[in-house]
């Protein structure tokens, strides 16, 4: 997995952690293969001493939730009889004594395990154990549109190469064209995010290349997210929902897009975005 996700969306989700718990340490990491967890964020920590250690499924707090496939705690990690020692060394050095780890899992495959820690060993209530399930979910998203993303870039690789392609082969290249650009406001890595939008610059291009050439026309992403849409039969309320706006909102964008491509009906906007190379 791209050290971007650590850098990123890691970061993101110890730092919520911290503010949402109250707690005064955070750390975590994604696993490098089924069975192993390096520890490369850390937030509040006071030493490096956690940092690039590698955890192992079934050891120590953060391997027993990585096992188990749900979150676990203890009051004083150094005395609790219900974990492994292993990496006893590593926390006294940082001094943490309650902890709490929660596993990230996305389609029930664990990716990843995030801490949060006390300097005290007190008893960690619901309020604690909710922020830190919180914070997981963010990176298990981060993760899932990521997959998905890297899934879409894989499949539109092969078919923008060839702006010939049977009819039905460019419906697969609309569709691929109109998920990309939904997922774009959902990346937080923006090496990803300018790739996305660089392979539907190339789609849109491929497909320029079918039909004469058009004045060049701007438009802004959000109104070419919503074209992009409505090229696929979605309604205001459809699109919407597929991009996380309002209708109202949507019906804005649209509006727009139309003035600009001289367009007096939604049919009329997609074609006049297509011969100006904007849509695939």
């Known amino acids: 997995m791209p050290e ?7 970061q993101t989700a110890l730092l919520r952690l911290r503010r949402t718990s109250g707690l005064p340490v ?3 990491g994604l696993l490098s293969d089924t069975r192993h967890a390096r520890i490369a964020e850390l937030n509040g920590a006071h030493t490096a001493a956690l940092r690039g250690l590698v955890i192992s499924a ?3 707090l953060g391997g027993k939730a990585i096992a188990l496939s749900r979150p676990c705690a203890v009051t004083d990690y ?3 009889r219900h974990i492994s020692h292993e990496y006893d060394m590593a926390v006294a050095a940082e001094g943490l004594r309650s902890v709490v780890a929660v596993p990230v899992v996305v389609r029930r495959k ?3 395990v995030l801490y949060g820690a006390l300097r005290e ?3 960690l209530g619901d309020r604690t154990f909710d922020a830190a399930v919180a914070a997981a979910r963010d990176v298990e998203q981060a993760l899932a549109v990521r997959d998905e993303v890297q899934q879409l870039l894989a499949v539109t690789r092969e078919q923008v190469t ?4 049977a009819p039905e082969a460019w419906e697969d290249v609309r569709s691929a064209h109109r998920e990309l650009r939904a997922l774009v406001p959902k990346v937080l890595d923006p090496a990803l995010r300018d790739e996305l939008l660089a392979v539907c610059g190339r789609l849109a291009s491929a497909a320029g290349a079918r039909v004469p050439a058009a004045p060049e026309v701007q438009l802004a992403p959000r109104e070419l997210d919503v074209l992009a849409c409505v090229a696929a039969g979605a309604t205001n309320a459809v699109a919407a929902g597929r991009l996380g706006l309002r209708p109202e909102t949507v019906k804005g964008y649209l509006r727009s897009a139309m003035r600009k491509l001289g367009a007096h009906t939604r049919l009329e906007a997609v074609v006049a975005a297509r011969r100006a190379g904007l849509l695939p």
């Open 78 to 80: 150094h005395s609790s």
């Open 26 to 28: 955070a750390f975590g």
């Open 162 to 165: 060839d702006p010939r392609a």
């Open 58 to 60: 079934g050891s120590g």
């Open 121 to 123: 060993p007190l008893t």
């Open 4 to 10: 971007s996700v650590d850098a990123v969306e890691m």
């Open 110 to 112: 664990v990716r990843g």
